[in-house]
């Protein structure tokens, strides 16, 4: 019975050894890497993304909704590409509705090199997320503030150029439509813009929601 019981019992304080306590550096958080948390891993600090780094399994699972995430941020970035470069690349077909003005033609450039730059740095952060392995991004975290701000801005930036991208897309139609001769065309951009706000309007309220209840947990915990 003691020698049936002697792997489990040695497995146990094997995992136990490698738990490690939350290091000094992941302790002081400013609001800039509260907020870069947040935004990354969908909390205000570091503590529970420490915790996946104690084990294989967890830390697998962070990796592969970061990775899906990348996946989807180069697919987005792929898709505002081609269309930002259609509309850059060929005129309008109507004359009611011209994106050719600097305005949007600007706007419309400025979205094709964010999305660019979207795809470039989703696709170097994907290929480092799957090259990485749980020690190595300890040690990493441990180093405290550069190598924690730029862990974060390898998560961050992808979706911050994706976003930007898109709204430099959106306002190039929305400049485009409200400049046109067209009563129907202002119309139709009016409502475009009245929905954008909302859903903005919305997806910030919740973001703001959230960090605060996250920040209230943290607080809990502590």
């Not at 000094?24 to 780094?53: E, I, M, N, Y």
């Not at 974060?152 to 485009?176: H, Q, Y």
Request: hydrophobic residues 45%; aromatic residues 12%; glycine residues 4%.
């Amino acid at each position: 019975m003691t020698q049936s019981r002697r792997p489990f019992q040695l497995y146990d304080d094997r995992a136990s050894a490698e738990e490690q306590p939350l290091p000094d550096a992941l302790h002081r958080a400013s609001f800039l890497k509260r907020v870069l948390c947040f935004l990354a891993l969908g909390r205000p600090d570091l503590g529970d993304h420490w915790k996946s780094l104690q084990s294989d399994q967890a830390f697998e699972t962070v990796r592969s909704r970061l990775c899906s995430i990348l996946a989807s941020t180069i697919t987005t970035a792929s898709v505002l590409l081609a269309i930002s470069g259609v509309f850059v690349s060929t005129g309008s077909p109507v004359s009611y509705f011209d994106y050719t003005s600097p305005v949007p033609y600007c706007l419309l450039f400025i979205s094709l090199m964010f999305a660019m730059i979207a795809m470039l740095t989703s696709g170097s952060s994907m290929i480092r997320w799957l090259h990485t392995d749980r020690y190595w991004t300890q040690e990493q975290l441990k180093q405290g503030d550069y190598f924690i701000l730029s862990y974060l801005l390898s998560i961050v930036t992808p979706i911050v150029f994706i976003v930007c991208s898109l709204n430099c897309f959106i306002f190039a139609m929305l400049i485009a439509g409200f400049s046109s001769q067209s009563m129907i065309c202002r119309a139709v951009t009016a409502l475009w813009l009245v929905a954008y706000a909302v859903n903005v309007g919305t997806i910030m309220m919740e973001a703001m929601w959230k960090y605060a209840t996250s920040l209230n947990h943290a607080g809990d915990r502590q």
